[in-house]
């Protein structure tokens, strides 16, 4: 690995989101040479950190199996904001590649409009019966080492949301207790198909940092967090603006953005050239 490419890569690791920035300003192919030439795991934080719509077009452009390591390092949630600006033809092979629980979560959250809750939720939580012991619960929590878990929460048939158990009050409880024992009514649920809006004055935010979501039928399908919340509002009130300027944000720029720039530059240059994936072109 040359020098140039070296410094790029710890910089990219070190500060995804600022790299973020210069990554929207590279034209498409540079930007896709340099997700095809790093690991998956090391970029995925700073794609997840660029616009969705400018992330898109990179994932529209690499391989199959590149793109599905992006994004399943990513997480689902921030994978879907991104999958959303990827073409249909061209999401529905991806969503193929990934593990079948989270393609049909997946294909489930896509469904809702980009300004309801349903869009924003994570499907990435530890639902259980609420007959299944305190020690089950406890596996399943220690399985997602990687997510934030907070609260887990019990169903019934059809996953019908039930109640909702603290952490805390998990790892106090005996390890052969049932968890309808321990268990309480959710005290905030949220409507996937209820718009963003109304759901940030939800009183249930003074007392979590993550609410439940449901469907119709009170079918549980994941949970809002307050961070994502908070991001998804100021991207939807900022995207077409950011869309419609995307192509010109390199025009303006001081001395050392110009400067981390070229280093990008330097070492895509000497990466060989990503082919467009068949049957998609480059739209810029």
Do not use: C
């Amino acid at each position: 690995m040359a020098e140039a490419e070296r410094l790029t890569l710890a910089y990219v690791e070190a500060h995804p989101g600022d790299a973020a920035r210069v990554l929207e300003r590279l034209p498409t192919g540079q930007a896709t040479a340099l997700f095809a030439s790093f690991p998956a795991r090391a970029l995925a934080p700073a794609l997840g950190a660029m616009l969705p719509i400018a992330a898109g077009r990179i994932l529209a452009r690499l391989p199959d199996d590149e793109t599905v390591a992006l994004l399943s390092a990513l997480g689902t949630q921030p994978a879907l904001s991104i999958l959303r600006h990827v073409p249909e033809t061209r999401r529905a092979q991806l969503l193929a590649g990934l593990p079948t629980v989270t393609a049909v979560a997946s294909r489930l959250l896509l469904g809702y409009p980009d300004d309801s809750v349903g869009a924003w939720t994570d499907p990435e939580v530890v639902a259980l019966p609420d007959d299944a012991a305190v020690e089950e619960a406890l596996v399943r929590v220690r399985a997602l080492s990687g997510t934030r878990i907070e609260e887990i929460y019990t169903v019934g048939m059809g996953e019908r949301l039930l109640g909702s158990v603290e952490l805390a009050t998990l790892l106090r409880a005996p390890a052969h207790a049932a968890l309808e024992t321990i268990a309480r009514k959710p005290p905030a649920v949220l409507p996937a198909a209820s718009p963003l809006a109304g759901a940030a004055t939800h009183r249930g935010w003074q007392h979590s940092a993550g609410l439940p979501v449901v469907e119709a039928n009170e079918r549980l399908i994941g949970v809002l967090r307050r961070a994502t919340l908070m991001r998804a509002l100021a991207r939807n009130r900022s995207l077409a603006a950011q869309a419609q300027t995307l192509d010109v944000l390199g025009v303006i720029a001081d001395g050392y953005w110009q400067a981390i720039a070229g280093l990008v530059g330097a070492a895509v240059a000497a990466l060989p050239a990503v082919q467009p994936v068949a049957g998609h072109r480059d739209e810029r």
